[in-house]
């Protein structure tokens, strides 16, 4: 089978341009998808848009209601310099933190902005048996809240499990955040494979010390998408597990999709 995921950073580049992520995404034909920063908006809902394109089943897992801008206009790179220090400008999360002061005053000078949920999906073509959301809290100096979602699948009639992640930054504390995925997913069927995937903001050495009963099934350079340096999306693997191989796409996201094609090995 086909598994990519994407960042879709909600349809938009750091200024509120649109983005191709979601054709980029529905030309991946990919199986299954994990795709953080899904938007779900008054004028734009990318999961209905994705699954009546796909025809593929799913479930979304909001985790921020917040503001999105749509439509802008800017310059030639991906996002205004300085937004890393300034803070993000098309995002606007104040459900638990308040905006910074050039946030404040970025959104005085555009108006309106679009509200919706911003959020982590999991969408399959795959046999759906079962999908829960699994709440992982929030990290103190997170605006976000944190989830899993865990569903049970099938793949050529043979079952296993796939989650879908969307980490925190290591400075916003990831370590305690993997503590309780380690926890939490311990409690799976242990004689089923395990499929983990997503935006785990955590470069593969430290990862394989956070989360060291997993193997890599994909590698690949994710970010920046612009020049990529770093692969901070990942899919991993428990279980027999056979990766074939592994790329990247640029969809027009500040991440690179990370695809991969696995198949699963006798079981014993």
């Not at 220090?85 to 098309?90: A, D, Q, S």
């Not at 099938?154 to 380690?182: C, D, E, K, Q, W």
């Not at 692969?231 to 500040?254: A, C, N």
């Amino acid at each position: 089978m086909r598994v990519a995921t994407f960042n879709l950073h909600a349809g938009v580049d750091g200024w509120g341009r649109p983005t191709p992520a979601l054709d980029t995404l529905v030309g991946l034909d990919a199986d299954l998808m994990v795709l953080p920063e899904t938007w779900r908006g008054e004028d734009e809902d990318m999961f209905e848009r994705l699954l009546a394109r796909t025809g593929g089943r799913g479930v979304f897992a909001p985790l921020a209601h917040g503001r999105r801008a749509h439509g802008g206009t800017g310059g030639r790179g991906w996002q205004p310099l300085g937004a890393h220090f300034t803070g993000e400008r098309v995002l606007l999360f104040d459900e638990h933190r308040t905006l910074s002061r050039p946030q404040s005053a970025h959104v005085a000078r555009v108006g309106r902005l679009e509200p919706g949920d911003w959020g982590l999906a999991l969408v399959t073509r795959l046999p759906l048996e079962s999908a829960e959301v699994v709440p992982l809290g929030r990290m103190a100096r997170e605006k976000v809240e944190r989830a899993l979602i865990v569903a049970r699948l099938s793949l050529g009639g043979r079952p296993f499990h796939a989650v879908a992640l969307h980490g925190a930054h290591l400075s916003h504390g990831s370590p305690v955040l993997y503590r309780r995925v380690n926890a939490l997913l311990a409690g799976l069927d242990p004689q089923l494979p395990v499929l983990l995937a997503g935006d785990f903001n955590c470069w593969r050495p430290l990862l394989r010390a956070l989360l060291p009963d997993w193997r890599t099934l994909a590698r690949g350079r994710t970010w920046p998408a612009y020049r990529p340096h770093s692969q901070i999306d990942h899919v991993l693997g428990r279980g027999p597990w056979r990766p074939t191989r592994s790329w990247t796409v640029d969809g027009g996201s500040d991440h690179l999709a990370l695809v991969c094609e696995v198949d699963l090995g006798p079981s014993g």
